[in-house]
């Protein structure tokens, strides 16, 4: 819940498509995965984050990151800018 907590003020990405666009571009510094995305949005972004070697932090719910990013609705993935 604490990892959450940093999301709300930061400069974040919301959404698989933007965030795998910009691990590739060098501008995360932490992603985030819920723990019930689809499997093949989950494996996208642990690859990337593998190759990037961007620290990934697994929440427990879309629900959940959602509303930690400050959105109407569920997100499968977003990040933190450097």
Request: aromatic content about 2%; some cysteine; hydrophobic content about 45%.
């Given at each position: 819940?604490?990892?959450?907590?940093?999301?709300?003020?930061?400069?974040?990405?919301v959404?698989?498509?933007?965030l795998?666009?910009?691990?590739?571009?060098?501008?995360?510094a932490?992603?985030?995965l819920?723990?019930?995305?689809?499997?093949?949005?989950?494996?996208?972004?642990?690859?990337?984050?593998?190759?990037?070697g961007?620290?990934?932090?697994e929440?427990?719910?879309?629900?959940?990151?959602?509303?930690?990013?400050?959105?109407?609705v569920?997100?499968?993935?977003?990040?933190?800018?450097r």
């Open positions: 819940m604490l990892e959450l907590e940093k999301l709300k003020n930061a400069d974040k990405v959404g698989t498509r933007r795998l666009r910009a691990i590739s571009a060098g501008e995360i932490e992603a985030y819920a723990m019930d995305a689809d499997l093949f949005i989950a494996r996208q972004v642990r690859a990337a984050c593998e190759e990037a961007v620290r990934l932090v929440v427990a719910s879309m629900k959940q990151l959602g509303q930690a990013c400050g959105v109407e569920k997100t499968a993935s977003a990040g933190i800018r």
